[in-house]
């Protein structure tokens, strides 16, 4: 396999994004309804 | 612990070291020992990353502090996405096609060896006297539920690490980097399950959600822009994504995981790895803490959960202040398990408000009568909990966990102080042209001193709550301006040489004058304001002095 090989992955970092930004707004409201 | 426990302690820490050793490869060649000859796949990559950087301390205290606070402390990890994702963009392909051992190299190839040289300089100071804490923090922990001295605990977690590091390298560390992740995540949700079960058996799941929130424990969140506050979601966005820009992007513990990444796509897909689990691992842990304060609502507590100057107070002249507390206590608890059963919100506020007194209290007649005003129970919170509450076999995978954790945070950090060590320092400056066999034993070499090194500061760190505390803000005082040293690097052409290494100096000078004149501006921010002062200056000194022949700007072309 080559050192080198270097795909884009730009579908896999805005998963990563949305994913962490569900997340975050997902314990806001947890936090705002068990509070 | 039952003699059972005690098997599975020793089985587990034995299995982990041989087949850690058993599956290293090619470790008689430089490469192999110190970055796998390049062929790790990304997965086992990723796990090492996240091994690397939770340590034994992230399992004890960061339980303790839910246990206190609640989950607000996962804020500090919401830059980690999105660090990972700009890392897996700049950093990542350019250290791998620029086929360094360690991150500070590149600093050479674009700038000039005294840049290099400070930069792998202040992470091998830093690094070397923060691996020394992370031993000590969990051995001060683990010798008080154990019973053991503080030597045999520090040495029982030093000595099989750099046994294993020493002889099998990077490959050593990243399999058993691998096992430790499993074991942590079974460990964790096993004790999730368990507390589950035992809150159900005496209320309702919603009702412990409830009793939860009602104590602000699972206020995650909270977006109020306060620069003095250290854990809000601007400091974990802004201020925890420059800390995580750097820890993952500057740091040879890090950088050295995914450099040994069978390829560019390889390293990337390991940081994706970590950007994916880090928070609901992270979430996991948390949650067990918060989980034992309600377990705690029923059944009875310790009124402080580091017991290990009970007995001295106990036979003081504290003794009959403590005795007393201790009775307000038992009865105060009682209270708040009735108010918390009936789930009368107000009385059960009010009776958990004077078991926090309670507790404050005592911690300060230990403190009079200890002489230790740093004396908390924080860190000793989950690990009661796992000796007194877990069943056979389980309390000892936990504390063979906690002690794995110790070891692989450890033997990554001790791996990459030695390349460095061997790679910025010995072969730079010392001995330039000797053969692979010489680095190679001389890297061994290295690894066993800075291994003996760590237990040295270890068993003196321990004693020493002030410097643990100064060598743990030490990474914030640095960590900005390396990674405003790595900006000038990668993202710009027009930086000189000189505007890195004077930017450099500038942005650490700047953090520690802010840092010990306006105390009240929490840590995160020096990350910032590090990075930002090193890039102005840099930049500044860039335009105006003229670039020395000696360097190779046109590193952007060939990379």
């Given at each position: 396999m080559s050192v080198e090989r270097d795909t884009p992955m730009t579908s896999i970092y805005i998963q990563v994004l949305v994913l962490e930004a569900i997340i975050v707004v997902a314990l806001w409201v947890f936090g705002r309804m068990f509070s | 612990m039952r003699p059972f426990d005690w098997f599975v302690v020793v089985a587990y820490v034995g299995w982990i070291i041989v087949d850690g050793l058993r599956r290293?490869?090619?470790?008689?060649q430089i490469e192999g020992y110190l970055l796998a000859s390049r062929s790790l796949p990304w997965w086992a990559v990723g796990l090492s990353v996240m091994a690397t950087q939770m340590s034994a301390v992230t399992i004890v205290a960061t339980t303790g502090l839910a246990y206190s606070?609640?989950?607000?402390?996962?804020?500090?990890?919401?830059g980690l996405p999105l660090a990972m994702v700009i890392l897996s963009l700049t950093v990542v392909p350019f250290f791998t096609r620029a086929r360094v051992y360690t991150a500070y190299e590149y600093l050479e190839q674009r700038f000039d060896a005294r840049t290099r040289s400070l930069a792998s300089f202040l992470f091998l100071v830093g690094r070397a006297m923060s691996l020394g804490v992370t031993l000590a923090a969990p051995a001060v922990v683990m010798s008080t539920i154990l019973g053991w001295t503080l030597p045999v605990t520090v040495l029982a977690i030093c000595v099989p690490m750099i046994a294993y590091t020493t002889i099998g390298g990077v490959q050593a560390v990243a399999w058993t980097d691998v096992k430790q992740m499993f074991i942590v995540v079974f460990g964790m949700s096993a004790a999730v399950a368990i507390l589950l079960y035992g809150i159900v058996q005496h209320v309702s799941l919603g009702q412990a959600i409830h009793l939860a929130g009602a104590t602000g424990r699972l206020q995650a969140i909270d977006f109020r822009f306060n620069l003095t506050e250290t854990y809000t979601f601007w400091s974990g966005m802004i201020g925890g994504l420059f800390l995580m820009l750097s820890y993952f992007g500057c740091d040879q513990s890090q950088v050295q995981r995914y450099l040994s990444a069978k390829s560019i796509d390889e390293a990337r897909q390991s940081l994706m790895l970590t950007a994916y689990v880090k928070i609901p691992l992270q979430l996991l842990i948390l949650v067990a803490g918060v989980l034992v304060f309600v377990f705690y609502l029923f059944q009875a507590p310790p009124m402080l959960f580091n017991r290990v100057h009970d007995a001295e107070i106990a036979a003081g002249p504290q003794g009959a202040q403590y005795a007393a507390l201790q009775q307000s206590f038992d009865q105060e608890i009682a209270t708040r398990r009735d108010a918390a059963t009936r789930d009368d919100r107000a009385a059960f506020l009010a009776s958990e408000a004077r078991v926090r007194d309670i507790r404050a209290q005592a911690a300060s007649v230990v403190r009079q009568a200890t002489?230790?005003?740093?004396?908390?129970?924080v860190n000793y919170v989950f690990p009661t909990f796992i000796t007194t509450h877990l069943p056979i076999g389980l309390v000892g995978l936990m504390i063979a966990a906690i002690f794995a954790a110790a070891m692989s945070a450890s033997g990554g950090e001790l791996n990459s102080l030695a390349t460095a060590t061997i790679i910025d320092?010995?072969?730079?400056?010392?001995?330039?042209?000797?053969s692979d066999a010489h680095y190679l034993l001389a890297s061994k070499l290295a690894t066993s001193f800075w291994g003996l090194f760590a237990c040295i500061v270890a068993m003196y760190a321990a004693n020493q709550g002030s410097l643990i505390e100064v060598v743990n803000r030490y990474g914030s005082f640095f960590y900005g301006s390396l990674l405003g040293v790595f900006i000038l690097a990668i993202l710009t052409r027009r930086a000189t040489a000189a505007g890195a290494f004077w930017g450099l100096i500038s942005g650490m000078i700047v953090v520690l004058t802010v840092a010990f004149?306006?105390?009240?501006?929490?840590?995160?921010w020096h990350n910032v304001i590090g990075a930002a002062v090193v890039v102005a200056v840099g930049m500044t000194i860039s335009f105006v002095a003229p670039r020395s022949d000696?360097?190779?700007?046109?590193v952007f072309d060939t990379l």
């Open positions: - | 290293s490869k090619h470790t008689d606070t609640g989950l607000r402390f996962i804020q500090n990890y919401i002489g230790d005003d740093r004396y908390n129970d320092f010995y072969r730079r400056h010392f001995v330039t042209d000797a004149t306006l105390p009240w501006i929490a840590f995160l000696s360097e190779h700007s046109d």
